[in-house]
């Protein structure tokens, strides 16, 4: 990938870890879902195995998503990949594994979607969190697809990975939105904030959108409360259940 970006694409309605609540989030499985589920653009969470390796999970740990327990930081990509990623979700998900970002992005390719990959760095390597997530996106996202999006709540991480891929767009995630945003993404060079739906109201919308930075919110699983953020003018929404989310 080294062409510029031609602008978003970012579609009104990203499945959230894949599809979610379909599915093992995360997971290929999870991926695939939100495809037979219409979905054109899936969010992952992206974070770094203690050999650095790029794989799929949203927590710190294993404990709640897979079979495993202890942290993500201290574990090799061999030792995760072992792990059962499915069961807890459902029987029929056994077979699930925690995927690298790199089948990932194989996976996204066949079934034509894109993708927001959130970067989640452990504490300690946020900086290299960022830079690796960005150079294996450089080197391994198809061309044909499009463009990805990267977003972090770290801004450290953010800016490691405008260091390395500045073409690719970035988006500053936060649970309530800062007072300082505009000075936050001027000094990321990014023009979209991704934010909790719950944590906003209309005004703060209003000025966002005035500032001609993209609004996009999660994890919104209701129709009406998506209705209104299209409304107020949010972009897109990450939702656990995109078949409850109205046509647009
Ligand atoms: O990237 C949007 C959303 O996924 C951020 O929150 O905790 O679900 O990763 P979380
Ligand atoms: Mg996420």
């Known amino acids: 990938m080294t062409t510029a970006p031609q602008g978003s694409t970012v579609p009104p309605i990203i499945g959230h870890r894949g599809a979610g609540c379909h599915a093992p989030e995360n997971t290929l499985a999870s991926i695939r879902r939100a495809a037979v589920l219409g979905v054109r653009w899936v969010e992952l969470d992206a974070r770094l195995s203690r050999d650095f390796e790029v794989i799929l999970l ?3 740990t294993v404990d709640r998503t897979s079979d495993g327990s202890g942290l993500v930081a201290e574990k090799d990509w061999a ?3 072992a792990l059962d990623a499915g069961t807890w979700y459902g029987e029929a998900f056994s ?12 996976v996204l390719a066949e079934l034509g ?12 390597r946020e900086d290299a969190t960022g830079r690796i997530v960005a150079r ?16 972090s709540f770290n801004l450290e ?17 936060v649970s309530t939105i800062p007072e300082d945003w505009r000075e936050q993404l001027v000094e990321l060079g990014s023009n ?14 209003r000025e966002v959108l005035d500032a001609k930075c993209a609004l996009r919110c999660f994890t919104v699983n209701e129709a009406d409360r998506a209705r209104t953020l299209y409304d107020w003018g949010v972009e897109a ?8 989310m109205p046509m647009r």
């Open 58 to 60: 949203h927590d710190d």
């Open 79 to 81: 030792e995760l990949q």
């Open 95 to 106: 077979s699930e594994r925690i995927p690298s970002l790199r089948q990932a992005i194989t």
């Open 113 to 124: 979607l894109g993708a927001n990959v959130e970067i989640k760095p452990c504490v300690g």
């Open 136 to 151: 294996l996106l450089n080197e391994k996202w198809p061309a044909a697809s499009p463009i990805p999006l990267i977003s």
């Open 157 to 173: 991480t953010l800016k490691a990975a405008r260091d390395v891929a500045p073409y690719i767009p970035r988006a500053l995630a």
């Open 192 to 205: 979209a904030l991704h934010c909790d739906h719950k944590h906003i109201y209309v005004g703060q919308v």
């Open 237 to 244: 929404v990450f939702t656990d259940y995109p078949e409850r």
